[in-house]
């Protein structure tokens, strides 16, 4: 029933070796990490295969892909607006998806089409704005959080449920769904007080590896992309991301390189930076993935080692103007991943002209794209500034999918060489028990009195005020 | 004629100090840099009597503000959409003013009022889609570029001109401005051919330092937001930076204490991180600035020092859900400034509710924003992870340009402590001349023949592909 392959994805991590920059790996230490990937790679699996681990699998899904298409095809055509409620994980999937397959987010309202809403912050900025746009008559909610309890999108669906009952009545039940864990949690039981819409994210597959669930892919549906592309793409990518061989694992080149460039080399900053505008927001969806998964104070035996690279979101040629100069001459403290897109569906040719600016006519738009990847990475390279390559044919669901799933697994293999535990975030639990004790909330009250403590006692005279 | 100082912004770094976080600066410490601190601020404003240095009194141009009006106030009111051609300093600036200033940029099409479009790449994605959306006639194209030659500008120029020629006919001139340089480069030279109304960067502002020049203002001008409110609010910042007390001057203490930790205890990453959906873009505007102006490899003595801290956006309470785990549990070796804003124009207040979400009843989303904002910082500060606080009164014309200033004075301050030219780019050139090469440009044919036989001898088995 699939469709021909259609994927050509490529890694290439020449310039992140000696052979191609004085500041790549040896061919030696490269070779030398085959048997601490394999372990890695093994230690992944292994939880994949016991079901700990529900990521890997997930694209595989058959019935999920049915289920989703089902549900939007049902989605009546009078809803013009999906309000998706949800932060970090819940919601920088669908922006990536969103900002590659249905076009710049700032000309949301200039396309035809269903809209798909992210305001993904307690700030009220966007969601007031929204509120007084649009109809609730024209409007789905979705609410997306794992737990079920996160207290931005609690918060955020208190208010449109109210919204959207003022302007409904009882039908608001009919325009409320909701992506949560399958038994527990409030949104779970609220989903079953109201008989709302309700779809998973398995229990084994954390917030920010849920995109190829109903988390990224509902939306998706709901604005009428190819979510059968998406998963066919990333279960091809996850075939072969299964290789046991280094050399032709492209997650596991990805975790390995960055990984010994940080180990070896120091370079704890980890660029991403496609040449496409399409992909703006696949860095995002990066940045909490790398840097929630590896950003870890303890390592799997409990010894503190504060590790984590820091992952850097870069946009080509734009940011060529803004952080290429610190790239280029600043510390050696980075490596860059570069995406370079083959085809493209619209390019742009440049007419003629005299004068200065008579050496452009006759190129166009991509060309000049081309030669400034092409020029850049090459500059930095003979620098011994490395970088990786990752190519694919074209922006479309199938090339999409598979970006996930690779970055996921090589943050997967990432997390084993760390020999870290990816898949948790205990460092944010401190500062929401905090917030929670400035909220009232039952079972904070200590915390309440830490943050009022605190703030009373802290000095007042490090201060500048006009 | 001024309006009576509204501003109220403050700059508290308690938890940057030893006194407020055991990652902090010793009080010995930071006044000890008091001499440094003057030397490097007399180094800046030396530059600025001499009149080398512009930015600095850029805000006090009282005509430059007059002209900008008087030119908006006579674009036509059949004009809706301003095409902004230009990229980094060209365009972050007017990024962060009309997001701060006139709403979510994925709204832009709900808005009534003219729009602002800034296709700042040469990739051809969102100029295509745009160009078969306007229309000649209801549009104005504005060029910016302070050589006139920037690459990826020129192309686009070149293609807007023709479009707008072929939609106007001898007209296009009407709707062509350009800003950039007095006197020389391709646009000015275009201008004078033209006609075409023309604004300019002074010879003595850089690009990342132009947003309180033409370059940020114009736009923000043809779409009706309050151009002499961000000039007052910078004047006023200006005029508080100018203090040689360490301890009075907030440019002062963010660049001190920055360089300082960044010196002493090796925090190199400098995350900035606004509690608030309008400063989103004034984190790029911002990781520009402090990138491109403090990454270099040589000091002013001419030795190889390669230095330059890493600039990272962030968004609260977003990140919280996607980079706050590293920031909390990785390396140390970061320091935050976050951006606090009291008053906002509007809230969401939460409604009464059972159960899991009662806690939340009674409260607004500003709430439970500003205690993730008091909870996480005290996390941070707590576990040794030290922050700065930037506060406003609010989002408005004054503080942003204020806001503008501060990070500007601060970014000048720096690049003296750090001993390096703060206002050149001479990384970025590497690159740019392969690109020429391989665009065939005059004068880099050794350049193309470079890029050739350099990607001819690239090792091809560092490669995994699909």
């Given at each position: 029933?699939?469709?021909?392959?259609?994927?050509?994805?490529?890694?290439?991590?020449?310039?992140?070796?000696?052979d191609?920059?004085?500041?790549?790996?040896?061919?030696?230490?490269?070779?030398?990490?085959?048997?601490?990937?394999e372990?890695?790679?093994?230690?992944?699996?292994?939880?994949?295969?016991?079901g700990?681990?529900?990521?890997?699998?997930?694209?595989?899904?058959?019935?999920?892909?049915?289920?989703?298409a089902?549900?939007?095809?049902?989605?009546?055509?009078?809803?013009?607006?999906?309000?998706?409620?949800g932060i970090?994980?819940?919601?920088?999937?669908?922006?990536?998806?969103?900002?590659?397959?249905?076009?710049?987010?700032?000309?949301?309202?200039?396309?035809?089409?269903?809209?798909?809403?992210?305001?993904?912050?307690?700030?009220?900025?966007?969601?007031a704005?929204?509120?007084?746009l649009?109809?609730?008559?024209?409007?789905?909610?979705?609410?997306?959080?794992k737990?079920?309890?996160?207290?931005?999108?609690?918060?955020?669906?208190?208010?449109?449920?109210?919204?959207?009952?003022?302007?409904?009545?009882?039908?608001?039940?009919?325009?409320?769904?909701?992506?949560?864990?399958?038994?527990?949690?409030?949104?779970?039981?609220?989903?079953?007080?109201?008989?709302?819409?309700?779809?998973?994210?398995?229990?084994?597959?954390?917030?920010?590896?849920?995109?190829?669930?109903?988390?990224?892919?509902?939306?998706?549906?709901?604005?009428?992309?190819?979510?059968?592309?998406?998963?066919?793409?990333?279960?091809?990518?996850?075939?072969?991301?299964r290789?046991?061989?280094?050399?032709?694992?492209?997650?596991?080149?990805?975790?390995?390189?960055?990984?010994?460039?940080?180990?070896?080399?120091?370079?704890?900053?980890?660029?991403?930076?496609?040449?496409?505008d399409?992909?703006?927001?696949?860095?995002?969806?990066?940045?909490?993935?790398?840097a929630?998964?590896?950003?870890?104070?303890?390592?799997?035996?409990?010894?503190?080692?504060?590790?984590?690279?820091?992952?850097?979101?870069?946009?080509?040629?734009?940011?060529?103007?803004?952080?290429?100069?610190?790239?280029?001459?600043?510390?050696?403290?980075?490596?860059?991943?570069f995406?370079?897109?083959?085809?493209?569906?619209?390019?742009?040719?440049?007419?003629?002209?005299?004068?200065?600016?008579?050496?452009?006519?006759?190129?166009?738009?991509?060309?000049?794209?081309?030669?400034?990847?092409?020029?850049t990475?090459?500059?930095?390279?003979?620098?011994?500034?490395?970088?990786?390559?990752?190519?694919?044919?074209r922006?479309?669901?199938?090339?999409?999918?598979?970006?996930?799933f690779?970055?996921?697994?090589a943050t997967?293999?990432?997390?084993?060489?760390?020999?870290?535990?990816?898949?948790?975030?205990?460092?944010?639990?401190?500062?929401?028990r905090?917030?929670?004790?400035?909220?009232?909330?039952?079972?904070?009250?200590?915390?309440?009195?830490?943050?009022?403590?605190?703030?009373?006692?802290?000095?007042?005279?490090?201060?500048?005020?006009?």
């Amino acid at each position: 029933m699939l469709a021909p392959p259609m994927l050509k994805i490529a890694l290439d991590y020449a310039y992140a070796m000696r052979d191609g920059t004085p500041g790549g790996l040896d061919r030696v230490e490269f070779d030398r990490a085959q048997p601490s990937f394999e372990a890695a790679l093994d230690a992944v699996l292994a939880k994949v295969t016991d079901g700990t681990l529900g990521f890997w699998d997930a694209p595989a899904d058959a019935a999920l892909g049915k289920a989703i298409a089902d549900f939007a095809a049902r989605v009546p055509a009078e809803v013009e607006d999906v309000l998706v409620l949800g932060i970090g994980g819940s919601s920088l999937g669908t922006r990536a998806i969103m900002n590659a397959l249905a076009g710049p987010p700032e000309l949301t309202y200039a396309r035809p089409g269903r809209r798909i809403h992210l305001p993904d912050n307690s700030d009220p900025w966007v969601l007031a704005e929204l509120l007084r746009l649009l109809a609730p008559g024209k409007t789905l909610a979705l609410a997306v959080s794992k737990s079920g309890g996160t207290v931005e999108t609690a918060a955020q669906v208190l208010v449109v449920r109210e919204w959207l009952e003022k302007g409904l009545g009882a039908k608001w039940t009919e325009r409320f769904a909701v992506v949560t864990d399958p038994n527990v949690g409030p949104l779970r039981e609220m989903a079953r007080a109201h008989d709302l819409a309700a779809f998973d994210v398995p229990s084994n597959i954390g917030g920010r590896f849920s995109v190829l669930t109903a988390v990224g892919l509902l939306p998706a549906a709901m604005a009428g992309l190819d979510v059968a592309g998406v998963l066919r793409g990333a279960a091809s990518m996850a075939e072969q991301c299964r290789s046991r061989q280094l050399a032709s694992n492209p997650a596991g080149v990805l975790a390995v390189v960055s990984t010994l460039q940080h180990r070896l080399h120091g370079r704890n900053i980890h660029v991403l930076m496609p040449y496409a505008d399409s992909l703006r927001s696949l860095t995002a969806w990066f940045v909490q993935l790398w840097a929630e998964s590896l950003g870890k104070r303890t390592d799997r035996a409990g010894r503190t080692v504060e590790v984590g690279p820091t992952p850097v979101p870069a946009i080509g040629a734009t940011d060529q103007h803004a952080q290429m100069q610190l790239f280029m001459e600043g510390p050696r403290d980075k490596i860059l991943t570069f995406i370079d897109v083959k085809e493209r569906p619209v390019d742009l040719p440049i007419p003629k002209a005299d004068g200065a600016f008579g050496y452009l006519g006759g190129h166009t738009l991509l060309g000049v794209l081309d030669a400034e990847l092409r020029g850049t990475r090459l500059a930095l390279a003979r620098d011994g500034r490395p970088s990786m390559t990752v190519e694919i044919e074209r922006v479309d669901a199938e090339h999409l999918g598979a970006l996930f799933f690779l970055f996921e697994a090589a943050t997967a293999i990432a997390g084993e060489l760390y020999d870290i535990n990816a898949f948790d975030q205990p460092g944010v639990e401190a500062g929401k028990r905090l917030a929670f004790g400035l909220l009232g909330r039952k079972g904070f009250e200590d915390a309440r009195k830490e943050v009022e403590d605190a703030e009373a006692c802290r000095p007042t005279s490090y201060r500048v005020a006009t």
